[in-house]
């Protein structure tokens, strides 16, 4: 901090005077004159892309290696002319700049969402600058950079005398840019929003932020006489307020009334005792006994609004932990994973001792106590090595326990984070057999049963132990809530069929945040189903005064609050078949009706509360100029990580990889659907690159307007035809009374077969060469494809069926007949099961023609079929749930979602095989019905 405040004064002092020129001068004064003035320009996007809702927005003009340079540009001249001058630039120019500092190398700028302003609003088109610092990082190379800058920002400058009325059109809600700044390397932008009322800059991040606010925004937060202001904070990885009566002031109209060093050192140090009280405060109102249940919700949404206060319930819990000693785990370095994860003497796992094999007694893992139970857990690390997979077993064998929780990927971010410990069939590790007697496989998770045995005084003594397997809970990441409380509870129920005085497994790969998380979780929904009470806190400190990072972070801290807020909030349990049998008998009378829609409008209402939205970043390529045309509806696109990426080259566009579609999670299986919309006119050939490059074998469309002319026909009748790249002959046509059937083959055409490109004679024969090679290693993969039964699949071809449902027009929310969309439902069903290459292992494609109605009622009652064939069992609210987790626009009205129980009552009527079936338990993987 000393040397950013000497560089600060330094320069300062070098360009304080006050000149009678204008800023462009004044600037070019300090330029070096053996060093011309390189800018290279270059056309950087569409006019359209200019259209910004960012009318009145901040620009802020930033380059360099040390924040001092960006200070000094924007903050020192005193009363000057100059900070006049820049004071109104960075004002008035608009939206966002995104800066990216290369150290060591070239410096790009790109100015992007820049409406036309001066002389560039006639050209209609953007620019983007590039600076060679050839190699240049010393002060004066950055210096030189800044300098040039804002030589162009001074083109793009508007006339402050004409626009002053601009300041009245700006209303309560103020955006300015915040800046992320990385080890003085790296500079990011992101949006930020000030609100009227609040005063306050967050974060989770170790860096600096740096906010410019507008002069009004600055007005109403800071005071009348304050025009302008930049806020300055040092994080650390916890949270900092930034209050408002404490700020630096670099942009204001008036004079400091202190040195400007001297105001530096006061502001900060002054930042710092401000920040420091808050977190004395928060640590202060910590919860002192468990919270009811029916006021648990109202704690954590007033604890949401303020978040310090979780911040302040953390760092209490690490003040007041007990310090205990890991002298075993120090003498036992190499049985650990990571050396600041060890486990405490007093309560650590202790095995017997084997002969001639010294330490053979440790294993790194902990004895945890529940609300109710001593040493009712056991926490420990993943297990990496084969010796370690030997005492992983000997730990299991000899506490007695019955149920492991695994909550870590075998492998996760191209590294591997635990050996698969447990066989495909059967295996010896040590003396101790372990065989694999059933294994099922879920969307976010796998259920498996082992048989563990060993002899002993010369008898074999056979043990059963469940295996529950969460596996998607990535490394720094949190998961999805429903599916943990889903798994949670199946866990439990396991738990409750065994023994007293058992402990219960538990280990991710450090043994550290997510198995903590995942215990107090766990334990709290333990206390609230005994006692009505929750008590995060008071557990929170038996983890830790258990096992060293049972908690590692805030955001996790945070989430088990999440968690079981949701938990309490929405109490809702699948029903068996037997409660769903007896809601058919509730639509006899007008008063069970009323009741049911009661509880079904409950439930949509949650479903809506607890369905988090997706940010204009979660959806970044949709919101590309160049994918704009793709989407019916701008409101309506995927997020970036859960949307299909297309493969095959085709079209004009520069991101050929982009298609309106989005993946939805199954009951079986992740990403089991694809939810896109109708093609447009342009965009046909994408949906067939969507079923080709993603071998997708069935698609299910549920509007039916072929004839309209925003809605093209995207499958012929009959023969070939090309798409793009594709060919698509229609194998067979089927009219049915509810829908058509189009069996199809999907072939990729070669690159030669392109039409429009012209061929030299030596292209052409270097063409038929490789056209050759590549018929002959057709051949060769088609002779060793033949399968069983005798049939060749065909290079680079899929088989699809795509049925369009005649039953359903576009204006109406629910269909015309439920009768015909079961047989829809069935008939596609069928399909997936019988057609070649495993097609039930492939995504299918739902259409509608807005990507929205409708596929969710389709996607939802399949989970539910799913569900009832596996389990004997539905949770409709769930499965809704799931549907909504990658595009919350599904189900966008209550109608659809009571519809949904009103089909899946009839197709369980409908079905003959459920109505005998009892609950067909597994006799090893034993799961809910609690």
């Not at 270059?42 to 360099?64: D, E, M």
């Not at 695994?406 to 984070?417: C, G, H, R, S």
């Not at 549920?702 to 004839?707: A, Q, T």
């Not at 018929?775 to 699809?800: P, T, W, Y």
Request: glycine residues 4%; proline residues 4%; contains cysteine.
């Amino acid at each position: 901090m000393q040397i950013f405040l000497t560089l600060i004064s330094e320069r300062f002092a070098m360009i304080d005077a006050p000149h009678a020129h204008g800023p462009r001068e004044e600037l070019l004064s300090i330029w070096p004159a053996e060093e011309p003035l390189a800018v290279s320009l270059q056309p950087r996007c569409h006019k359209n892309h200019f259209k910004s809702a960012w009318y009145n927005g901040t620009l802020l003009v930033t380059i360099g290696r040390l924040l001092n340079n960006f200070l000094l540009h924007l903050g020192f001249g005193s009363a000057s002319a100059t900070l006049d001058y820049w004071t109104k630039v960075c004002i008035y120019m608009k939206s966002i700049v995104q800066i990216g500092v290369l150290v060591g190398g070239a410096v790009r700028v790109d100015l992007e969402s820049i409406p036309h302003l001066c002389q560039l609003k006639r050209r209609k088109k953007m620019r983007s600058i590039d600076y060679l610092l050839k190699n240049d990082m010393s002060d004066a190379g950055v210096w030189k950079s800044v300098i040039l800058l804002m030589l162009f920002a001074e083109n793009l400058a508007m006339d402050y005398n004409n626009r002053s009325n601009r300041l009245a059109d700006i209303g309560d809600d103020q955006r300015c840019l915040l800046i992320d700044v990385e080890n003085n390397r790296h500079f990011q932008f992101k949006q930020c929003l000030f609100k009227k009322g609040n005063a306050g800059l967050k974060a989770n991040c170790p860096m600096l932020h740096v906010c410019l606010l507008r002069w009004c925004s600055c007005k109403r937060l800071f005071g009348e006489e304050v025009k302008g202001a930049l806020i300055i904070a040092s994080t650390d990885r916890a949270f900092t307020f930034v209050s408002a009566a404490i700020f630096a002031r670099l942009m204001i109209c008036k004079q400091p009334s202190m040195p400007l060093l001297d105001f530096f050192k006061t502001s900060v140090k002054n930042l710092q005792l401000v920040s420091q009280v808050q977190e004395e405060k928060a640590m202060g109102a910590v919860p002192q006994c468990p919270i009811e249940t029916s006021k648990f919700l109202a704690f954590v949404q007033e604890r949401k609004r303020k978040r310090l206060l979780f911040k302040g319930e953390l760092m209490m819990l690490k003040q007041i932990v007990e310090n205990h000693k890991s002298e075993y785990g120090y003498l036992n370095l190499k049985k650990n994973n990571y050396p600041d994860v060890l486990p405490f003497d007093y309560n650590r796992v202790i095995l017997k001792p084997i002969p001639n094999e010294p330490n053979s007694h440790y294993i790194n893992a902990s004895y945890v106590d529940s609300f109710f139970q001593p040493k009712a857990f056991i926490i420990t690390q993943a297990v990496k090595t084969k010796p370690a997979c030997v005492d992983f077993w000997r730990m299991v064998w000899e506490t007695n326990a019955e149920i492991v929780v695994m909550l870590t990927k075998v492998f996760d971010f191209m590294k591997v984070m635990c050996l698969q410990y447990w066989p495909l069939t059967k295996f010896d590790y040590g003396d101790i057999t372990v065989e694999t007697v059933e294994a099922k496989t879920y969307a976010y998770f796998t259920l498996r049963c082992f048989r563990v045995s060993r002899v002993e005084n010369g008898s074999t003594i056979i043990r059963q132990v469940r295996h529950f397997h969460f596996t998607e809970w990535e490394v720094n990441s949190l998961p999805y809530i429903s599916a943990l409380l889903d798994f949670r509870r199946r866990v439990h129920n396991a738990v409750k069929r065994c023994p007293n005085n058992v402990p219960m497994i538990v280990h991710c790969s450090n043994g550290g945040g997510r198995s903590g998380v995942f215990l107090a979780i766990y334990a709290n929904l333990d206390l609230a189903e005994a006692e009505n009470v929750i008590d995060v806190y008071g557990y929170c400190q038996t983890l830790l005064n258990a096992r060293q990072s049972a908690l590692e972070n805030l955001d996790q801290y945070v989430f088990i609050y999440d968690t079981l807020a949701e938990a309490v909030q929405c109490n809702i349990n699948p029903l068996t078949l037997e409660e769903l049998r007896h809601r058919t008998t509730m639509y006899t009378t007008k008063q069970s009706r009323q009741a049911l829609e009661a509880i079904y409008s409950q439930e949509y209402k949650f479903l809506t509360q607890l369905t988090p939205a997706l940010r204009i970043g979660d959806c970044a390529g949709g919101h590309r100029l160049e994918n704009r045309g793709k989407n019916r509806d701008v409101m309506v696109v995927p997020p970036d990580n859960s949307r299909p990426y297309l493969n095959t080259l085709h079209g004009e566009s520069k991101d050929y990889t982009y298609i309106n579609a989005v993946y939805v999670d199954g009951f079986r299986r992740k990403n089991e659907w694809i939810v896109t919309e109708w093609p447009k006119h342009h965009t046909i050939d994408s949906f067939w690159a969507l079923v080709f490059d993603h071998s997708c074998h069935t698609v299910v469309n549920l509007s039916n307007d072929e004839n309209s002319k925003a809605y093209p026909r995207f499958i012929h009748s009959r023969g070939r035809q090309s798409y793009g790249p594709f060919i698509v002959d229609v194998l067979s046509s089927q009219q049915y009374p509810y829908a058509t059937s189009h069996i199809v083959k999907v072939v990729k055409k070669k690159v030669f077969d392109i039409p429009g490109r012209k061929k030299s004679k030596r292209s052409e024969r270097n063409e038929k060469k490789l056209t050759d090679q590549l018929d002959s290693l057709a051949s060769i993969l088609s002779e060793l494809m033949v399968n069983n039964k005798g049939g060749i699949q065909e290079v680079d071809a899929r088989i699809c069926n795509v049925i369009s449902v005649r039953i359903w027009p576009i204006q109406h929310r629910v269909p015309l007949s439920t009768v015909g969309l079961i047989d829809v439902i069935k008939m596609a069903r069928c399909w997936r099961k019988r057609a070649p290459d495993r097609p039930e292992t492939k995504p299918t494609v739902v259409i509608s023609h807005n990507g929205v109605s409708r596929v969710g009622i389709y996607v939802a009652i399949n989970l539910l079929i799913d569900q009832m064939d596996v389990e004997q069992e539905v949770d409709v609210f769930h499965a809704a749930k799931i549907v909504r987790l990658n595009r919350p626009q599904l189900f966008d009205h209550k109608e659809e979602y009571k519809y949904l129980n009103d089909l899946l009552i009839h197709y369980y009527m409908t079905s003959p095989e459920y109505h005998s079936t009892k609950s067909a338990e597994s006799p090893c993987l034993l799961v809910n019905h609690s």
